[in-house]
């Protein structure tokens, strides 16, 4: 796997904001916060390189959402000062537009993918979940193939095909962990990941 965690694959075009403010930014800072006590969202030095893990994201309007930025995953408590706003995001011509007082997660792409997919979806939590990722089979997942790397344009399509499927959770082969949850509000993407912790047995039992 050739992949590094957290460095941006495709060209940003973010213009520097005030800080945002969304009435979802309290839902979004909530669950990051449940998600980094979990471990599932959360920086370590002694994996990927010590690069911060995980993301979540909230739709606004149409395929606009708010992320939060790059390498902020590793702060247990987020605020506004942390999120940036996805204008657009072109999967075909690799590039995104942003704005924020930081810029956004290095993986927002996948996350506009999902949102692009399904009109309804409203929230996208990114984890790196170990047992989950390697019990995708019982767990019944819907998978990205092993070849294709994490914040590309071919993410973003094979994402698609996933969302197409109607499932809830989809593993990532080739990104190292990688599960991505969403629903039609945060809170239910929170329970999709809960639900797959409590099904996915230890790792080696
Ligand atoms: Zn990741």
Known sequence: MSEQEGVIQFN?????SDVLSY???????QCHQHMHQLGLINQDPSRYNGYAYGNISHRLRDNEFIISGTQTAGISV???QH?????QCDIANNTVQSRGPVKPS????????IY?????IMAVIHIHSPTIWQQHQNLQLATTAIDIDYGTPEMAVAIQDCVQQSQSCIAMLGHLDGVICYANNIETADQHVTNLIALAAPTGS
């Open 83 to 87: 999120y940036a706003h996805v204008i």
């Open 23 to 29: 009435p979802q930014l309290g839902a979004l800072i």
């Open 106 to 113: 290095s993986e927002c792409m996948s996350h506009a993918a």
């Open 116 to 120: 692009a997919a399904d009109p309804d």
């Open 78 to 80: 987020l605020s506004a």
């Open 12 to 16: 940003l075009l973010h213009k520097d």
